[in-house]
């Protein structure tokens, strides 16, 4: 969460000021709707530098925030294929939800001071980092709402859309919903990309999950989605899939409580996994000479 001062402390998130998204919004069944903005920062973490290592480092954001008794959340997650990296999920309700938030907390010295320390220690584990910024999609999505503080897992995947093919990006979308609409269980949100590095025509779709079960259950609902799309759904799928994506990529992430700062309900929900034990600040070495 080295970033946390990053974007004007964007990644301080959900703050009073931003409508307590991560906090608040939850429909009548106890789920959680998707953030109609996202921003995701990553974090590619040095060769040896991961696990306790980086958890210990993180875990001085988290004990900022805690002193701070702030009302801003948000949660992290490691990277269990692919490069090695963690990811930060910053949700809002509106771009200016983000900027109020921004405003909040560079308004707190203590807090900017305690982030500010908590960066440059942080900096040395990593070997880069960015960020950027997404945008919900709900026509593109699939029973999007969950319960998210239940989630172990998230599978993410990124799609480049060949530019002037989103009419056939919108009707490939649309035959998945149509093929996976009544297998139990089945959900997806979609995010299109908007600010930060090469983004035009990319979409993200995360799949969070309770456990990796899922993925052995979903290897089981393909069969169900081909049956509802017949031979003929199935040729057009292919004929629109390489007619439009350009390229795509999918990685599985593991949430990580240890980088987290999440609001008290959450908590309360699973403190065996919301609430471990804080690693302790890295001890001091012995001054060495500047090199």
Avoid at 11 to 16: I, K
Avoid at 193 to 206: E, H
Wanted: hydrophobic share 40%.
């Amino acid at each position: 969460m080295k970033k946390l001062i990053g974007l004007s402390l964007g990644m301080c998130l959900l703050s009073t000021c931003s409508g307590l998204v991560l906090a608040q919004a939850v429909n009548a069944d106890g789920t959680n709707p998707p953030p109609k903005v996202l921003v995701i920062q990553r974090e590619f973490v040095k060769p040896g530098k991961t696990g306790m290592v980086h958890d210990r480092s993180e875990s001085a954001f988290v004990r900022a925030m805690v002193d701070a008794k702030s009302q801003s959340y948000y949660f992290g997650m490691t990277s269990l294929s692919g490069q090695s990296r963690a990811l930060f999920f910053v949700p809002y309700d509106s771009f200016e939800a983000w900027e109020k938030d921004n405003q909040s907390i560079e308004h707190n010295a203590t807090l900017s001071a305690a982030l500010d320390h908590a960066t440059a220690a942080d900096g040395d584990l990593l070997s880069s980092y960015d960020s950027s910024v997404w945008t919900f999609n709900p026509e593109q999505s699939l029973n999007a709402s969950v319960k998210i503080a239940e989630m172990r897992y998230m599978e993410l995947t990124t799609f480049k859309v060949r530019p002037g093919h989103r009419r056939e990006w919108g009707e490939l979308v649309k035959l998945y919903q149509q093929g996976y609409e009544k297998v139990p269980n089945a959900h997806w949100a979609t995010f299109e990309g908007m600010y930060g590095g090469d983004l035009g025509g990319v979409y993200l779709v995360a799949i969070p999950m309770r456990s990796m079960s899922e993925i052995d259950q979903s290897m089981s609902d393909s069969k169900q989605f081909e049956a509802a799309l017949g031979e003929s759904g199935l040729k057009r799928l292919g004929e629109l899939t390489a007619a439009c994506v350009e390229s795509e990529a999918t990685n599985l992430f593991l949430f990580n409580p240890k980088m987290s700062y999440v609001p008290e309900a959450w908590v309360k929900a699973d403190p065996g996994f919301w609430k471990p034990k804080m690693a302790a600040p890295a001890k001091k070495e012995a001054a060495k000479p500047v090199q």
